[in-house]
């Protein structure tokens, strides 16, 4: 949220610019929130699922499933958490079930990260400023 040129430009970025996305704010708390809360647990792991799902019912079905898992949606069709192993692995399974189950040509990229690498990830673009998100810094608003 740095480099805003006026608090109103805050409250403009606050509405959803697609349906089922939250706006780039409440994905950045969220994301903030994921990343403060479990740094260095050993029991967790970072993970980012992207997929590409062509049927609407099934890509919503997963993105619900994704959801109440605990991982924060980034994008569209972009997931990111902060999860226990068992968990993940719990994801891995019914996932792969899923995409199983039916005749496609989907994909679904299950990526585990580790700190380091989160803490070297560049993001080209205006959505969100990672830096800012993985190297937390205190703010002063006056």
Do not use: C, W
């Amino acid at each position: 949220m740095a480099g805003l040129t006026n608090l109103n430009q805050l409250v403009e970025e606050a509405k959803p610019l697609v349906d089922g996305l939250e706006a780039i704010n409440v994905r950045i708390s969220k994301i903030m929130e994921l990343i403060s809360k479990n740094k260095k647990n050993l029991n967790s792991v970072y993970i980012y699922i992207i997929y590409d799902i062509s049927d609407s019912k099934i890509r919503t079905y997963v993105s619900t499933y994704l959801e109440r898992n605990g991982l924060v949606r980034v994008q569209l069709s972009v997931f990111f958490g902060n999860i226990k192993r068992e968990l993940y692995q719990k994801i891995q399974q019914t996932l792969k079930e899923i995409n199983d189950m039916y005749t496609n040509k989907d994909s679904i990229f299950i990526i585990p990260i580790g700190e380091d690498i989160l803490n070297k990830t560049t993001i080209i673009g205006e959505n969100i400023d990672f830096d800012i998100i993985v190297h937390h810094k205190a703010t002063l608003f006056i």
